[in-house]
T-cell receptor
């Protein structure tokens, strides 16, 4: 049973560039959430995709955008990179939110983004 | 106000002893879920245990148990018989609401170090 996978594992970009991160959900899951984890902090919710639409969004600017494909995989795009965007980006998958343990989110290994 | 508070930035425990990691939460929603995740140095968030707000009994998963005190709004993680491999960051997280998307709000984490 394949877990959540993310690519690439590491990425180095310069300020002003654009980046795309990719995520494949755990087998059988249909919902993908993205989180940003700055060094020494807990993860912060960016947004969640279900049925190829953004279902919920955290307090992140429009520079952060995403997409979900028919096979449930997802991309996170960040435009006009800032130094403060340097972080570990975590993808999590789950079944459609239904309350209870059924919608437990399972995380991938993350993509570590460094902005110089 | 912080929704999830973890007051122990770091803790030491002797191998084979039990340890309690504290978590308090703040919500006015009667329906919520509480999660604990383990994050080793590799970065992946590993799901440990879940407690629903309407669950009558404390959750248990192997060596992990959750001491849920609803009136005090606390959800402490108890790890019995600590092992060296338990050394990691531990995060408490909350999902508020039912069928409203399942954004997780995380605490700042506790770094657990198991001594041989």
């Amino acid at each position: 049973d394949a877990g959540v996978t993310q690519s690439p594992t590491h990425l180095i970009k310069t300020r002003g560039q654009q980046v795309t991160l990719r995520c494949s959900p755990k087998s059988g899951h249909d919902t993908v959430s993205w989180y940003q984890q700055a060094l020494g902090q807990g993860p912060q919710f960016i947004f969640q995709y279900y049925e190829e639409e953004e279902r919920q969004r955290g307090n992140f600017p429009d520079r952060f955008s995403g997409h979900q494909f028919p096979n449930y995989s997802s991309e996170l795009n960040v435009n006009a990179l800032l130094l403060g965007d340097s972080a570990l980006y975590l993808c999590a998958s789950s079944l459609v939110p239904s309350g209870g343990r059924a919608d437990t989110q399972y995380f991938g290994p993350g993509t570590r983004l460094t902005v110089l | 106000a912080q929704k999830i508070t973890q007051t122990q930035p770091g803790m030491f425990v002797q191998e084979k002893e039990a340890v309690t990691l504290d978590c308090t939460y703040d919500t006015s929603d009667p329906s919520y879920g509480l999660f604990w995740y383990k994050q080793p140095s590799s970065g992946e968030m590993i799901f440990l245990i879940y407690q629903g707000s309407y669950d009558q009994q404390n959750a248990t998963e192997g060596r992990y148990s959750l001491n849920f005190q609803k009136a005090r709004k606390s959800a402490n993680l108890v790890i019995s018989a600590s092992q060296l491999g338990d050394s990691a960051m531990y995060f408490c997280a909350m999902r508020e609401g039912y069928n409203a998307g399942n954004m997780l709000t995380f605490g700042g984490g506790t770094r657990l170090m198991v001594k041989p």
